[in-house]
């Protein structure tokens, strides 16, 4: 297990239960910081985590009937289905 910086503890507990972006300053690959117990959230709102057989479709279906379960806006994070947000600029 990795511990948290002061720097994730601080944007962490400022963001609520909502998950925080961290990015990897190598490579830009950008990385969602989730609490546990939202991951938990979610795995039970998909009904489990074995997704080997999802198509894509299903597997977006499924994350995004989570994030609204868990009150998330959809508005707010589709920002991220941006092309931007797959480069390492982005």
């Known amino acids: 297990m990795i511990e948290l910086t002061e720097e994730q503890m601080a944007a962490v507990a400022t963001n609520g239960a909502g998950p925080v972006e961290v ?8 990385f969602l910081l989730l609490r546990a117990t939202e991951h938990a959230k979610f795995v039970l709102e998909v ?3 074995d ?3 999802w198509t894509e479709e299903g597997r977006a ?3 995004w009937q989570a994030v609204r379960a868990m ?3 959809e508005n707010e994070w589709s920002i991220y289905d941006d092309p931007k947000y797959d480069t390492p600029e982005g």
């Open 47 to 49: 009904g489990g985590y």
């Open 61 to 63: 279906a499924a994350y």
């Open 23 to 30: 990015i990897d300053p190598r490579t830009g690959e950008r």
């Open 71 to 73: 009150g998330w806006d």
């Open 51 to 53: 997704d080997e057989d």
